[in-house]
């Protein structure tokens, strides 16, 4: 997603007292998001990177109260709820650390500290990919779980805005703007894979929903189910239980059910339906899709009418990405790529 569906989620997110997870390699804008939503919100920011914390510094120091042992408050703990806490780089944390953090994430406290009423949590990690320690951390179901996982891909004019305000050479700015296919390359390891639906997640995304318009649901439900139920029971939940009005990956590909007019969000939104749907689809579907590659590939030319260009040029480089990847789902997509462009140039 962009760094603007991903301010407005996790503000959204934090409205109903849960916590976004922002997953993004450096230079994405994780750390603005939440200065800028503090700002907005008129809250204070408090920066916890975890990486750099012994267990003292998160949980404080043991003090003796007259027959008892009780740990003082630690310099960052907050006065009043009008706070944002981050927890910055939460896949790089100590063991003693995360369990602290659980302990904060569950509970809203620490020890004998409680968080006080109104206190906002948010977290932000590199992707899995990126080799850093305890990567147990990050395949952890039972830690996941108290997460909306936001994946960030920034859009390039969004990398340059950012670019632009931290001073980075005017020669790479420019190339990037000349060409943004060398931004980054998308080929990160999906958290939202591994994360299963339980009655916990389910009480979580009702939650989160409840601070959400109906249009706000034709955008992002997916989004936001995909990081809390995982993409697989995101898709059925999506597709079957909530309006016939959203389309499944299924009719636009298949069916070549195009809608004749999108906005700029509806747009975004079914392509991102689109990339988890390739991107997670099983050997048992692509063989059937593999059948009808000339059919998907006619569907999704027609779609790239009515979508924006810069949107259809990014599921393009995602094609891209996973047609480099080992076996059947490599194959299909460099044949399926190949054809896009075989077919664009004859139109």
């Known amino acids: 997603m962009t760094v603007n569906e991903a301010k407005y989620l996790s503000q959204k997110i934090m409205e109903a007292g849960e916590i976004p997870l922002l997953i ?13 939503i503090a700002k907005e919100t008129g809250r204070k920011l ?6 750099q914390m012994e267990p003292g510094d998160l949980i404080g120091l043991p003090a003796r109260d007259e027959n008892k042992t009780k740990f003082l408050a630690p310099d960052w703990w907050p006065e009043d709820g009008n706070v944002i806490i981050l927890l910055d780089e939460i896949n790089r944390a100590h063991r003693s650390i995360r369990n602290a953090i659980m302990q904060l994430l569950v509970d809203k406290r620490i020890h004998n500290h409680v968080l006080p009423e109104g206190t906002w949590l948010m977290a932000s990690m590199n992707p899995p990919d990126e080799n850093y320690d305890q990567v147990e951390l990050i395949t952890d179901p039972a830690f996941l779980s108290r997460f909306f996982i936001l994946e960030i891909h920034p859009e390039p004019s969004e990398w340059i805005n950012w670019a632009e305000k931290n001073s980075i050479p005017r020669d790479i700015i420019n190339f990037i703007e000349k060409y943004p296919e060398f931004l980054s390359v998308h080929d990160t390891l999906s958290l939202k894979a591994s994360i299963k639906p339980s009655p916990r997640s389910w009480y979580k995304l009702g939650k989160v929903l409840s601070q959400l318009t109906e249009e706000d649901k034709k955008e992002y439900l997916y989004i936001l189910a995909s990081g809390i139920i995982g993409p697989e029971a995101a898709k059925v939940f999506v597709d079957r239980a909530i309006s016939s009005n959203i389309l499944s990956p299924y009719e636009v590909l298949i069916n070549g059910n195009i809608p004749t007019e999108l906005d700029i969000h509806q747009a975004n939104g079914l392509l991102i339906r689109l990339v988890d749907f390739i991107t997670s689809v099983d050997e048992k579907d692509l063989q059937e899709l593999r059948k009808k590659l000339d059919n998907i590939s006619e569907n999704l030319i027609r779609l790239s009418k009515v979508v924006p260009s810069d949107s259809f040029e990014a599921f393009m480089r995602m094609l891209v990405n996973l047609s480099n990847t080992p076996g059947l789902k490599g194959e299909f997509c460099d044949k399926l790529m190949r054809k896009l ?7």
């Open 24 to 36: 993004g390699h450096f230079g994405v804008g994780k750390t603005d998001i939440a200065r800028d």
């Open 341 to 347: 462009i075989s077919l664009e140039k004859n139109n």
């Open 46 to 51: 408090i920066i916890l990177v975890l990486s």
